[in-house]
């Protein structure tokens, strides 16, 4: 709904409410329609009075560490909304003391507060206790003693929420939000138990995420382990010797990229090949390895066509997605069958780009999503192992880096088709191949659970919402 058109002008007291603001934003956008629709709610109290605090860290002097002992994980705006925190970037001990307002807790209220994204929501997880968090995200901290945390969170999060929050935005080519911009934000409140179920289910939602990422980190540790090479989990790559000074005898046609054939790759190569090991290209033969197909992007009305999923999106907690029509054809060719392992396979070389990260395609995501041709498609075609024991394998850091040592082209790189079908990839006993597969299609299981969750929640709040404004 549009409030301000020229039949229906912006009036003084609109002006008013708005802190007499001048852009347009708030007053043709959706964020003054929804106020004006919570204030319809029997009962609502304003964000500052529900809240302990509202803030941001402010600036901060980074200084960036590779090493565990003296650092501390570090989110940026983008990596709040990252399914799986394992490979965090690092800011120095030193750096967060600096700073009291850096670190996270679970329960508070995450919202992107600069740039093109500002306005999106999400809720700390467990994972992120004590982790440095950037000056552009702003932490909503609730007063436990007046509301619950999950309750909060789902309203801010709601279609009712966010369009108020993304009403605050100010600025032109930076575009900012600033906690005083969404204080005066009203709160419905309800009665009955309502608030309650919904934060129930945000906290059971908040645990099995937890339960996923636990899973999946479990079953690359337990690989490692059971295949003999458990030295590997702790790479430590930057601290390894660097790659100066070495020579090749006998270079092929295959490639002549100095960094195809990396000292500190080709030795953690050989260390894969000391124990049972089979090439990446030998378990796909008979399934797949390659990246998609390309085809031409025709936008749909959502929940019209279909749900695509590029190379960063991917690797979101809650995707979003993109919604395009496809005819049957390509809609056949674009789509995973079960235990895919996607791997962004077009990027650049930064140390926090999701280029050679992995993904897997299992549960509710296969009717989904469909999925962008610059992923690379890992398919097993050998029953006795599984897509869920591969992608226990390439989530790994040791993968990871073979992966980007096998990098080919200019600016936008991509993984050599030959040498990522040399991959070695440890062979544990039958019995432990099955196990960790097992760890991770459980850990999959908890993430669709999770979400399930989440989806009732707000469903709850906007069955109250309604109700209460008839």
Not at 443 to 457: I, N
Request: aromatic letters at 8%; one cysteine or more.
């Amino acid at each position: 709904m549009k409030l301000a058109s020229p039949d229906n002008p912006v009036q003084a007291s609109w002006l008013a409410e708005q802190g007499f603001r001048l852009d347009p934003g708030p007053y043709v956008s959706d964020a003054y329609a929804a106020r004006k629709y919570l204030d319809r709610m029997p009962h609502s109290e304003p964000l500052h009075s529900v809240t302990a605090r509202v803030f941001h860290a402010g600036r901060v002097t980074r200084e960036w560490t590779t090493d565990p002992a003296h650092g501390v994980p570090f989110l940026g705006s983008a990596d709040i909304f990252e399914a799986d925190l394992a490979n965090l970037p690092m800011i120095t001990k030193r750096s967060f003391k600096e700073n009291p307002k850096l670190p996270l807790e679970p329960g508070w209220t995450l919202v992107t507060r600069s740039g093109m994204t500002a306005g999106r929501v999400t809720y700390a997880r467990f994972s992120m206790a004590g982790a440095a968090c950037s000056e552009h995200v702003m932490r909503v901290v609730p007063n436990l003693a007046r509301i619950p945390a999950g309750y909060l969170y789902t309203f801010l999060a709601s279609p009712f929420g966010i369009p108020v929050i993304k009403g605050g935005i100010y600025g032109t080519s930076v575009r900012h939000i600033e906690p005083s911009h969404i204080a005066d934000l009203p709160v419905p409140r309800f009665g009955g138990g309502v608030e309650q179920r919904i934060d129930a289910l945000i906290t059971e939602a908040m645990q099995l995420r937890q339960h996923y990422e636990d899973g999946v980190r479990e079953a690359t540790r337990d690989l490692f382990v059971s295949a003999g090479i458990p030295e590997l989990l702790d790479l430590r790559w930057h601290d390894r010797e660097r790659d100066l000074g070495f020579t090749i005898e006998r270079p092929t046609a295959l490639s002549l990229r100095a960094l195809n054939y990396s000292p500190r790759a080709r030795r953690i190569i050989d260390a894969l090949r000391s124990v049972p090991h089979r090439p990446l290209g030998d378990i796909c033969t008979g399934g797949q390895l390659s990246r998609g197909h390309r085809f031409k992007r025709v936008e749909s009305t959502p929940g019209m066509g279909h749900r695509l999923l590029g190379q960063r999106q991917g690797f979101w907690l809650r995707p979003e997605g993109r919604w395009i029509s496809l005819d049957a054809a390509t809609f056949d060719a674009m789509r995973c069958q079960d235990e895919t392992v996607l791997i962004a396979a077009r990027g650049t070389l930064g140390e926090t780009e999701v280029y050679c990260r992995p993904l897997l395609v299992t549960g509710d995501w296969l009717d989904k999503y469909v999925f962008s041709e610059d992923y690379l498609r890992v398919v097993s075609g050998d029953p006795q192992v599984s897509g869920a024991y591969l992608f226990a394998f390439l989530r790994s850091e040791v993968a990871f880096r073979m992966f980007r040592s096998m990098s080919t082209g200019g600016k936008q790189q991509d993984i050599h088709e030959s040498l990522r079908a040399r991959l070695p990839v440890p062979m544990a006993a039958a019995a432990d191949r099955e196990r960790i597969a097992g760890v991770v299609r459980q850990a999959y299981r908890d993430r669709d659970d999770a979400d399930r969750k989440e989806d009732e929640a707000f469903a709850l709040l906007d069955k109250a919402v309604r109700e209460a404004a008839r």
